[in-house]
């Protein structure tokens, strides 16, 4: 007689509790990325010093997934030059690059009310693709937004 | 002539290597899942190339879903039930025993009023995932959500972890961003000023740099 025992049955389960841990398993964690906000200002604080103009880089998050930039601050006298671009690779990203020879450039972003969230963690990631230090989230301003309107991009 | 009989041998082959192997697979997947928190809310988060990772735990989880409504969770067991006493406590409402108790597979996420979260407690957990949640609310007038943000912090302080846990903030792509900056906004006001962004991986473009 033979010792041997059919060992198919418990084959059969061991497969089948291997594919369900395998199906409720995730392996990928989600990833985060960190963003500091500026410390609230105390009452006897100085003023933070301004930046200059000339170092300075306006993004404008608009609706439908839109994003403007000029360069320099919004200011009363003349109106910024405002342009078009996107998030790919061929978009804002160039232009980035472009003035990041500029060691003390610092990107202003402004979400418009109607922007995507997605587009925020876009231009985020954008900044870390390129490796901009200096850039600060920045509500919108009216003047910006009527910017936006008045340009017809 | 005699017939050539052939000698027959069931064909059955020595299975102990699969069945090694099978249940050291079994083992290892049983070892290494950790089944997903229940999620009061489906977010479709936005991609990004950053790789750092969220960190195991201490985590306060903000969830912003696509129809603007606020969640929040934590997943620090030792503080769940202190946390809902003394939020509770402050918007005068007291929680039984069993509700308490409930509270610990609800804190995940939920984002119900401090007003109605007794009675979704009271529910058992399948009635609870067909109930629609209206959102903590987060304005001027009635800011319950900065309350639970302090107060897990406060706690999470005092408790044998004895830091302030992460912020990770979780937001529907297709939100809006007033929402979210309206949570940063009111945690900056507490001076919590740091913050992670959950997002999906993206691979890293070559052409970046």
């Not at chain 1, 033979?2 to 089948?16: E, G, N, Q, R, Y």
């Not at chain 2, 792509?173 to 949570?183: A, F, W």
């Amino acid at each position: 007689m033979s010792t041997k025992i059919d060992m198919t049955p418990m084959v059969d389960l061991a497969f089948l509790l291997l594919t369900f841990f395998m199906l409720t398993t995730t392996f990928s964690k989600p990833t985060v990325m960190e963003v500091a906000m500026p410390v609230k200002p105390k009452a006897d604080d100085p003023e933070p010093p301004a930046i200059k103009e000339s170092n300075a880089l306006t993004l404008l998050l608009g609706e439908d997934n839109k994003l403007y930039y000029y360069d320099g601050l919004l200011s009363a006298s003349q109106k910024p030059e405002l342009k078009l671009s996107n998030y790919g690779a061929d978009g804002i990203r160039k232009v980035l690059l472009q003035r990041n020879t500029n060691p003390d450039l610092v990107v202003l972003i402004k979400p418009d009310d109607k922007s995507a969230y997605k587009n925020m963690v876009d231009i985020l990631d954008e900044m870390n693709i390129t490796g901009t230090k200096k850039y600060a989230l920045v509500d919108i301003a009216k003047p910006d937004q009527e910017l936006i309107k008045s340009s017809g991009l | 002539m005699p017939k050539v009989k052939p000698h027959r041998t069931s064909p059955s082959l020595d299975m102990t290597p699969m069945v090694d192997l099978a249940f050291l697979l079994v083992t290892f997947f049983m070892l290494t899942t950790k089944f997903a928190p229940e999620e009061a809310v489906v977010v479709d988060t936005p991609t990004s190339t950053s790789e750092i990772r969220l960190p195991e735990s201490h985590v306060i989880t903000i969830a912003v879903d696509d129809q603007k409504r606020v969640f929040f969770g934590v997943d620090d067991d030792a503080i769940k039930s202190d946390l809902l006493t003394q939020v509770g406590a402050k918007y005068g409402v007291s929680f039984t025993p069993s509700q308490i108790q409930a509270f610990k597979g609800v804190a995940s996420s939920f984002g119900t009023p401090i007003e109605k979260l007794p009675a979704l407690l009271s529910l058992d957990s399948e009635q609870r995932k067909l109930v629609k949640q209206e959102g903590i609310p987060a304005d001027s007038t009635n800011n319950q959500f900065i309350e639970w943000v302090q107060t897990a912090q406060a706690l999470s302080r005092k408790s044998a972890y004895g830091k302030a846990p992460y912020v990770a903030i979780k937001g529907d792509g297709k939100t809006d961003v007033p929402t979210v900056r309206k949570v940063i906004k009111l945690m900056q006001e507490k001076n919590i000023n740091r913050f992670n962004l959950i997002t999906d991986l993206e691979t890293k473009p070559v052409a970046g740099k």
